[in-house]
């Protein structure tokens, strides 16, 4: 049998990420975008906001979280982009540094 500890030690730690990222996202109002299993949340931008100005804000010298805009990484379908909308965090960090960035996302305003 192969050892599926690394496995579950790997589901824990991207649950914990997610978990301390998408609670201070919906702390400052943004919908709830739990993803069930993944290493990624994709983020609903606040009303008004495009994918690439959520992204530039986030990556302000005060915050300084990397994310993707949705509109860079989807294609137009019918002239319309799925992606636009929409803003992706990989889940990476360490979970002390995702605490350390939901510190910061908790500070922001729309």
């Not at 709830?32 to 994709?42: K, L």
């Not at 606040?46 to 300084?64: E, I, Q, R, T, Y």
């Amino acid at each position: 049998l192969l050892d599926e500890k690394h496995v579950e030690e790997f589901r824990s730690s991207y649950k914990k990420k997610r978990d301390i990222v998408v609670s201070a996202l919906k702390s400052i109002g943004l919908e709830d975008c739990t993803p069930e299993a993944a290493m990624y949340i994709w983020q609903e931008c606040p009303s008004g906001v495009c994918s690439v100005d959520l992204s530039k804000k986030l990556l302000a010298k005060d915050v300084a979280i990397v994310t993707t805009p949705g509109s860079w990484i989807s294609h137009e379908v019918d002239k319309v982009n799925p992606g636009e909308g929409y803003i992706r965090f990989a889940l990476v960090p360490s979970i002390a540094d995702c605490k350390q960035a939901a510190e910061k996302i908790k500070k922001l305003e729309f």
